[in-house]
């Protein structure tokens, strides 16, 4: 059984589990700045600013996304991406990154802290 780095629940009542072996070998193997947003991660997906889905992702993925810094006219974000499962209220992690661009032009927002109705 896979040892799990952490499980925590989105603003859509799904639970996100990441693996450890997706933080190793996927993560910080691709994406080394990441060592040190762990908590930004959770974070991330606990409070996102933004759930999104991406048409060139497959169609049960989708993406959070959060603002970490703000200066001047320059923000950071950190950049989740999962699969999740409908029936089970179940996700899990596939990868994450920090970006300084927000989310794509052609991204369908599924959940925006702003517009939150509930």
Known sequence: MTKKRFSIKDPQDYTVTLHEDTW???ILDRHPEMSRHLEDMKDTISDPDLIYRQPDLHP???VYMRTISQEF???EYVIVAATRDEEKKRGYVKTAFSSG????????IIWNR?????
């Open 24 to 26: 190793q070998d996927h």
């Open 60 to 62: 049960k993925s989708v």
């Open 73 to 75: 006219n320059t923000s």
């Open 101 to 108: 661009t927000s989310e794509p032009p052609d991204a369908e």
């Open 114 to 118: 702003h517009e939150e109705t509930s």
